[in-house]
C-alpha cells in the first residue's frame, strides 16, 4: 500500500494527531477508528493477544488493505516494541526487514497495532518445501542477521524481539521480513532481569527464563538455533548445542559457530547479530559447488535463492552424494581416505578367503570342501566385515543417507562388534565339528 493511501487512512481516522489532551475524546475516537476496518479472518488467537487481517473500509465503502491487526491485552504488559517502530518510521526511518507499522493505540483495555501484511511464507515453511540445506542456509541466514540488526543497531536502545524462531520470519521472492513484536522489548541499562519470560523453549536462551536481562546476545543464541534449524530441518534443544551440534547435515566448518552463538554464557557468544554472519559466511565450506554448475565463488551468499536453486528430490542420490562431497571439512577428507584404504584391504581379504577352501594348508588337507568352506567364509567375511564396521569413518555415508537406520548413533559400530564375535564363534563350531567327524584339527 502507498504513502499516499495510508496517508488518507490516517486523516480518516485522525490518527496523525490523537487527543492526547482529552481522555473522552481520545477514547471515542480509538472506538472509531476500529469500527472502520472489517475483519476477513483470524490469523491466531491467544489469552492475552488477537491477530486478525483487517481491511480498512472508507466512507465510500471503499476498502483498502489488507492490513494485519493485533489486539493485546494492556495487562500482558506487551508490546512496546511496536510503538518503537512506529516512531522510528514516522521519524522517516525505513527498515528493509521490519514490517511497516501504521497505527498503535489503547482501546477497551487492548493494545490495538496496525500494520503491513507481509506476503510470503514463513521460514518453517519454506524449509519445509525446499529441504533443509547448506544452500538455504546461505540464501536466508545473511538477510535474516541484518534484519535482526536493524533491531539492535538503529534504535536508541536495542530492541530485542526474544521471540526468534522460523514460524516468526517470513520470506518470499527475494525478501525477509521479520513478525511478531509482542514480547520484543527495549534493553534497559542496568536492568538485571526482565519482568516477563516468555519465548519459545526450542529456541530462546536459558536468560530469558529468569537467570539474567535479555540484551542482544539472547537473539544471537536464537539466530544459532535458527541456523541449526536452516541445516537440519530439526527443532534444536539444549542438548544438541552440549553436544557440539555433531549433526552430519552440520557442516564441520560451520560447528565452531553454531557452539559459540549459542554458548549458555552470554559472554561467550557472538556480541552482535552482525558479528554471526560475518563469521558464518567465513565458516561456510570454501569447496561449495553450486548444485547445477558453477563454483560458490562465482555467486555471492546474496545471490542464492530460489530460481538459482531448483529443489531436487530427495530420492534422488546421486545428488545427495554429489553435496556430501562438496562440503568436505579437511578432518572429513582424511575420514574418506581411511574409508578407501580400509575397503580395499576388505576387498583384498574377501579375495584370499574365496580361494582359501580350495588350496588348504597341510592340517586341513583331509577335510571336505563344504566343511572348509564353512570355517572359511563363516569365520572370514562376519569377522573382517565387523572391522570395516567398527573402523570405518561414516560422517560422509550419514549424510548422504541420513535415514538409513544403522548408519544413526552407534548402530554400526554395534553390528560390527556382533560380526566379530561371530566370526569367532564360527571358528569353534568347526572345530567341533572336526572333532564329531573324526578329522585331523
Given at each position: 500500500m502507498s504513502d499516499a493511501a495510508w496517508e488518507a487512512v490516517e486523516r480518516t481516522s485522525a490518527t496523525m494527531a490523537p487527543m492526547e489532551h482529552d481522555p473522552l475524546a481520545a477514547y471515542l475516537d480509538a472506538l472509531a477508528r476500529d469500527d472502520c476496518y472489517r475483519v476477513a479472518r483470524v490469523l491466531k488467537t491467544a489469552p492475552h493477544e488477537t491477530t486478525e487481517v483487517v481491511y480498512f473500509v472508507g466512507a465510500n465503502a471503499a476498502e483498502l488493505g489488507p492490513f494485519v491487526r493485533k489486539r493485546i491485552s494492556v495487562e500482558a504488559s506487551m508490546g512496546d516494541a511496536y510503538g518503537h517502530l512506529l516512531a522510528a518510521q514516522r521519524a522517516g526511518r525505513r527498515f528493509r526487514h521490519l514490517p511497516r507499522i501504521y497505527d498503535v493505540h489503547e482501546s477497551d483495555g487492548d493494545l490495538v497495532v496496525v500494520m503491513e501484511y507481509v506476503a510470503g511464507r514463513t521460514l518453517r515453511d519454506e524449509v519445509y518445501e525446499r529441504d533443509a540445506s547448506l544452500e538455504l542456509a546461505r540464501r536466508?541466514?545473511?538477510?535474516?542477521?541484518?534484519?535482526?540488526?536493524?533491531?539492535?543497531?538503529?534504535?536508541?536502545?536495542?530492541?530485542?524481539?526474544?521471540?526468534?524462531k522460523p514460524t516468526n520470519v517470513v520470506v518470499g521472492g527475494e525478501g525477509l521480513t521479520i513478525i511478531d513484536f509482542g514480547i520484543a522489548r527495549a534493553f534497559r541499562d542496568g536492568a538485571e532481569s526482565d519482568t516477563s519470560h516468555f519465548g519459545t523453549r526450542s529456541y530462546a536462551p536459558p536468560?530469558?527464563?529468569?537467570?539474567?536481562?535479555?540484551?542482544?546476545?539472547?537473539?544471537?543464541?536464537?539466530?544459532?538455533?535458527?541456523?541449526?534449524?536452516?541445516?537440519?530441518?530439526?527443532?534444536?534443544?539444549?542438548?544438541?548445542?552440549?553436544?557440539?551440534?555433531?549433526?552430519?547435515?552440520?557442516?564441520?566448518?560451520?560447528?565452531?559457530?553454531?557452539?559459540?552463538?549459542?554458548?549458555?554464557?552470554?559472554?561467550?557468544?557472538?556480541?552482535?547479530?552482525?558479528?554471526?554472519?560475518?563469521?558464518?559466511?567465513?565458516?561456510?565450506?570454501?569447496?561449495?559447488?553450486?548444485?547445477?554448475?558453477?563454483?560458490?565463488?562465482?555467486?555471492?551468499?546474496?545471490?542464492?535463492?530460489?530460481?538459482?536453486?531448483?529443489?531436487?528430490?530427495?530420492?534422488?542420490?546421486?545428488?545427495?552424494?554429489?553435496?556430501?562431497?562438496?562440503?568436505?571439512?579437511?578432518?572429513?577428507?582424511a575420514g574418506v581416505v581411511w574409508d578407501a584404504v580400509i575397503l580395499l584391504l576388505w576387498i583384498l581379504f574377501a579375495c584370499v578367503l574365496a580361494a582359501m577352501p580350495f588350496m588348504p594348508d597341510e592340517p586341513y588337507d583331509s577335510w571336505p570342501i563344504w566343511l572348509l568352506m564353512f570355517q572359511y567364509w563363516t569365520f572370514g567375511y562376519p569377522f573382517f566385515t565387523g572391522l570395516l564396521f567398527i573402523l570405518a569413518d561414516v560422517r560422509i555415508a550419514r549424510r548422504m543417507a541420513p535415514s538409513v537406520w544403522l548408519l544413526k548413533g552407534?548402530?554400526?559400530?554395534?553390528?560390527?562388534?556382533?560380526?566379530?564375535?561371530?566370526?569367532?564363534?564360527s571358528v569353534a563350531v568347526s572345530m567341533a565339528w572336526a572333532n564329531a567327524l573324526g578329522l585331523r584339527v
Amino acid at each position: 500500500m502507498s504513502d499516499a493511501a495510508w496517508e488518507a487512512v490516517e486523516r480518516t481516522s485522525a490518527t496523525m494527531a490523537p487527543m492526547e489532551h482529552d481522555p473522552l475524546a481520545a477514547y471515542l475516537d480509538a472506538l472509531a477508528r476500529d469500527d472502520c476496518y472489517r475483519v476477513a479472518r483470524v490469523l491466531k488467537t491467544a489469552p492475552h493477544e488477537t491477530t486478525e487481517v483487517v481491511y480498512f473500509v472508507g466512507a465510500n465503502a471503499a476498502e483498502l488493505g489488507p492490513f494485519v491487526r493485533k489486539r493485546i491485552s494492556v495487562e500482558a504488559s506487551m508490546g512496546d516494541a511496536y510503538g518503537h517502530l512506529l516512531a522510528a518510521q514516522r521519524a522517516g526511518r525505513r527498515f528493509r526487514h521490519l514490517p511497516r507499522i501504521y497505527d498503535v493505540h489503547e482501546s477497551d483495555g487492548d493494545l490495538v497495532v496496525v500494520m503491513e501484511y507481509v506476503a510470503g511464507r514463513t521460514l518453517r515453511d519454506e524449509v519445509y518445501e525446499r529441504d533443509a540445506s547448506l544452500e538455504l542456509a546461505r540464501r536466508w541466514f545473511p538477510l535474516l542477521c541484518d534484519g535482526v540488526s536493524e533491531l539492535h543497531e538503529q534504535f536508541p536502545a536495542p530492541i530485542i524481539h526474544r521471540d526468534l524462531k522460523p514460524t516468526n520470519v517470513v520470506v518470499g521472492g527475494e525478501g525477509l521480513t521479520i513478525i511478531d513484536f509482542g514480547i520484543a522489548r527495549a534493553f534497559r541499562d542496568g536492568a538485571e532481569s526482565d519482568t516477563s519470560h516468555f519465548g519459545t523453549r526450542s529456541y530462546a536462551p536459558p536468560e530469558q527464563f529468569g537467570f539474567r536481562q535479555t540484551d542482544v546476545r539472547s537473539d544471537v543464541y536464537a539466530l544459532g538455533m535458527i541456523l541449526y534449524y536452516l541445516l537440519t530441518e530439526k527443532d534444536p534443544s539444549p542438548v544438541v548445542a552440549a553436544e557440539g551440534f555433531a549433526d552430519p547435515a552440520v557442516p564441520a566448518s560451520l560447528r565452531p559457530v553454531l557452539a559459540r552463538a549459542c554458548a549458555f554464557d552470554p559472554a561467550a557468544r557472538f556480541p552482535s547479530a552482525r558479528d554471526l554472519k560475518a563469521a558464518f559466511l567465513a565458516a561456510c565450506p570454501g569447496k561449495e559447488e553450486r548444485a547445477f554448475g558453477g563454483s560458490a565463488s562465482q555467486h555471492p551468499a546474496s545471490d542464492f535463492g530460489p530460481a538459482a536453486y531448483p529443489k531436487v528430490p530427495s530420492g534422488r542420490f546421486a545428488s545427495r552424494v554429489r553435496a556430501a562431497f562438496a562440503t568436505l571439512a579437511p578432518g572429513e577428507t582424511a575420514g574418506v581416505v581411511w574409508d578407501a584404504v580400509i575397503l580395499l584391504l576388505w576387498i583384498l581379504f574377501a579375495c584370499v578367503l574365496a580361494a582359501m577352501p580350495f588350496m588348504p594348508d597341510e592340517p586341513y588337507d583331509s577335510w571336505p570342501i563344504w566343511l572348509l568352506m564353512f570355517q572359511y567364509w563363516t569365520f572370514g567375511y562376519p569377522f573382517f566385515t565387523g572391522l570395516l564396521f567398527i573402523l570405518a569413518d561414516v560422517r560422509i555415508a550419514r549424510r548422504m543417507a541420513p535415514s538409513v537406520w544403522l548408519l544413526k548413533g552407534s548402530r554400526l559400530r554395534a553390528l560390527g562388534i556382533i560380526l566379530v564375535v561371530v566370526g569367532v564363534l564360527s571358528v569353534a563350531v568347526s572345530m567341533a565339528w572336526a572333532n564329531a567327524l573324526g578329522l585331523r584339527v
